[in-house]
């Protein structure tokens, strides 16, 4: 037995030392997982308590929770103020009593454009910058609305009826009757549901 312990001394030693390693390797990458996952765990909470903490993402969470009840006041569901008072000034609506189930299409398709013009004025009609979102470009913004991909064409189309050089003009040398249209034209092109 000596003797066959002397002749294999070696690779013993060497295959349980291997053994051991592995072992170790083994648990050192649990424990870093394990604390990895507790890392980002904690950075996750606390970047959502103090995002919480702000006066602005209470107020966006109350808005959100509004705009899941349609007898809610309109004035309250819409983020813009102003917006909305442009919005009952041209339907000859009150802005303190009307509510968000009042709107009719035509009344939402014209906040829509306002939006469009006073929050996306500068952005090109033309465009798909991936990484962006649906704020890129008039064409991704409508392609993103009507879950379709035929945006371009619906813009081309329409401004040459206007006039106007689509790979050249931004959204804010729209009017607001040309933005409704072309949305209108995109909603009746594309295949979302209807109704």
Known sequence: MNRTWKRYRVILTAAGMAVCMAAGLGLGICWSRGHAEKTAVAAAASEMELEA??????????????????????????????????????????????????LTREMRNYEEALWLRNGMGDCPLLGQEWGKGAFAS??????????????EEVIREMCE???IDPDKAVISDLTVEQLIEIGEKAFDTSDHPKG
């Not at 602005?56 to 983020?79: H, S, T």
């Not at 008039?138 to 945006?151: K, R, S, T, V």
Request: proline letters at 1%.
């Open 161 to 163: 009826g206007y006039g």
């Open 138 to 151: 008039l064409q991704m913004y409508i392609q993103e609305i009507y879950a379709f991909g035929n945006g």
């Open 53 to 102: 903490n702000e006066p602005e993402a209470e107020e966006d969470y109350q808005r959100y929770q509004l705009a899941a009840d349609e007898d809610c006041l309109y004035k309250d569901k819409v983020l813009d103020s102003e917006i909305a008072k442009e919005v009952c000034d041209k339907y000859d609506l009150d802005y303190d009593t009307v509510k968000s189930k009042d």
